[in-house]
């Protein structure tokens, strides 16, 4: 009997475990609906008169073109982070790439100036248009434009003052490069 006993108290505890593991548990859960993720844009407007091709030609040994008062041949450059297309802030550069006649372009010089304000502009770069990097590491401004603002700039050129007999009636094309990204980007 005791044997019985002991037999059912093993069966109604093991009934008693198995029907807790399967009992009933209060339980809940929130949704969080219509997650949306979007993409910014970013959307540079280069304006001026830099912003087009600009032809020199029959340029003189040590002269400067375009240190002239406007209109008489700046070669302006504006730079806009677009107020409809942007929606985030952009860092920009300017830089070069001969793609003809290596020999004179070996010999141009440019000025980059930007407009600081109440009527002064800053030279920022002057020497070789070879190898010219313009930057957020030079102008350390050109690293951060809000959407919405501009920044102003204007270039001269030179046929350097060491031009001899030998850069006579030559020629050189080359494309001044304007590029930008988004402020945050570590890149350049």
Known sequence: ????????????????????????YFNDNITVPGNTFSSGSLDIVWSGSASSP???????????????????GDYKLG????TINSTMAAKYRFRESNTAGPL?????????????????????YKGA???MLIDPALVPVMGNLPVGNS?????????DPSADNSYRSLSTTFDLLYDATQASNPGW
Request: charged letters at 10%; zero cysteines.
């Open 1 to 24: 009997m005791l044997r019985i006993a002991k037999s059912l108290i093993t069966i109604l505890a093991v009934a008693t475990i198995a029907a807790g593991a399967t009992g009933a």
């Open 104 to 124: 004179l372009y070996s010999k141009i010089n440019v000025k980059v100036y930007r407009y600081e304000g109440g009527g002064v502009w800053v030279n920022y």
């Open 151 to 159: 920044h102003d700039w204007k270039f001269a050129f030179q046929l």
């Open 129 to 131: 248009l070879s190898g």
């Open 79 to 82: 730079v806009f982070n677009h």
């Open 54 to 72: 600009i032809t020199l030609a029959n340029m003189e040994p040590g002269v400067w073109y375009g240190d002239q008062a406007w209109p008489g």
